[in-house]
């Protein structure tokens, strides 16, 4: 099998040779390939020669073609901070001090300015310039929940919930609308697979994200499968054995789920109805860990998770920039050594 059919038969729950390698991976490929994070994320061609670049130096299986999670955020007006060799930060919120939403720009001026069409414009390049056998996974930013925490501010957006309900519901709609939309762009510039996070939404309690973040996650999803032919997947970092049957019954084809979750116990409760991706811990395995630390945690994970399929080994979330290729490259061995399909 080439990367993209092993990728695409994991993610159909059928087997495939071996266990596929997508690694969560940034900022480090930026500094593999010497290029300012600042140039990274504002060029779509750089972003692919980064990704690129590193995975023809660690032999993974697909590219994440993404960058920081301001694009959504800054189309609806927040002020966005860059910095040469730092991910950007976001400033001013545009709802940070009212709730008034017409201070939002319209969903049509909303949807053209200027980064929005980073990532379609990334994956389009990534697979007109990338060979046939390379797996290209797209973000689109993040979730409707995680979007309104952005405008609005997290502490207020918490407080809306149980003060102002109507408003939460309205502001939803508006980053619903916008997410999707996002969304379908890069969908159809020619990615395999599409991903977005939701990662604010995993801070919510059972009640509180199955009323105010699954219903949302599940119409873009839902949305966006009506209208692509191709694999949608959700992510959210952190703890999230609470909400797992919610990630599941989103429809989502993948969900990629942080370290502090045993994929043990996730394949056992959603592998039958979803992919799983992840989850090697980023910081203790990956960025400080031995290559030997990096094999014997990859292996667990494969005996854990890729019994019949619907396992793809990655990083829990983004690896970090300084981590050592060495571990890299030993989770890469890892899926060779221990992931066959027999």
Not at 131 to 140: G, M, Q, Y
Not at 195 to 223: C, M, N
Request: aromatic letters at 8%; charged letters at 20%; proline letters at 6%.
């Amino acid at each position: 099998m080439n990367c993209v059919e092993r990728c695409l038969t994991t993610i159909r729950h059928q087997v495939p040779d071996r266990v596929p390698v997508v690694p969560l991976i940034i900022h480090h490929t930026a500094k593999l390939a010497g290029v300012p994070f600042c140039e990274y994320n504002t060029n779509p061609e750089v972003i692919v020669k980064c990704q690129a670049g590193a995975r023809k130096t660690y032999g993974y299986d697909g590219i994440h073609v993404t960058t920081d999670n301001w694009i959504l955020p800054e189309a609806l007006g927040v002020q966005v901070r860059f910095y040469p060799d730092l991910p950007p930060t976001g400033l001013r919120r545009p709802l940070g001090h009212t709730k008034d939403l017409s201070v939002l720009p319209p969903l049509k001026e909303a949807k053209t300015v200027a980064r929005m069409g980073l990532l379609p414009a990334a994956t389009a390049y990534a697979r007109s310039h990338l060979d046939d056998s390379c797996f290209i996974k797209s973000n689109f930013d993040q979730g409707p929940f995680s979007l309104c925490t952005a405008v609005r501010g997290i502490e207020k957006f918490m407080m809306d919930l149980h003060e102002d309900e109507q408003f939460v519901f309205d502001l939803l709609a508006i980053c619903t609308e916008m997410v999707f939309h996002l969304g379908l762009t890069v969908g159809r510039s020619g990615a395999h697979c599409i991903t977005f996070g939701d990662s604010v939404a995993g801070l919510l309690s059972r009640k509180d994200f199955a009323r105010y973040a699954y219903p949302f996650e599940k119409e873009v999803i839902r949305r966006l499968q009506e209208a692509l032919d191709i694999p949608v997947f959700l992510h959210i970092c952190g703890k999230a054995a609470h909400i797992l049957d919610y990630m599941a019954d989103t429809g989502a084809d993948g969900i990629e789920l942080d370290h502090f979750n045993d994929f043990a116990r996730v394949k056992a409760e959603v592998g039958d109805k979803t992919c799983l991706e992840g989850n090697l811990d980023p910081s203790s395995v990956l960025l400080q860990g031995t290559q030997e630390t990096v094999r014997t945690e990859s292996a667990k994970l494969i005996a854990a998770a890729a019994a019949g399929g619907g396992f793809i080994l990655s990083s829990g979330c983004e690896m970090a920039r300084d981590t050592p290729p060495e571990n890299i490259r030993a989770m890469v061995e890892a899926a060779a050594e221990y992931g066959v399909y027999s």
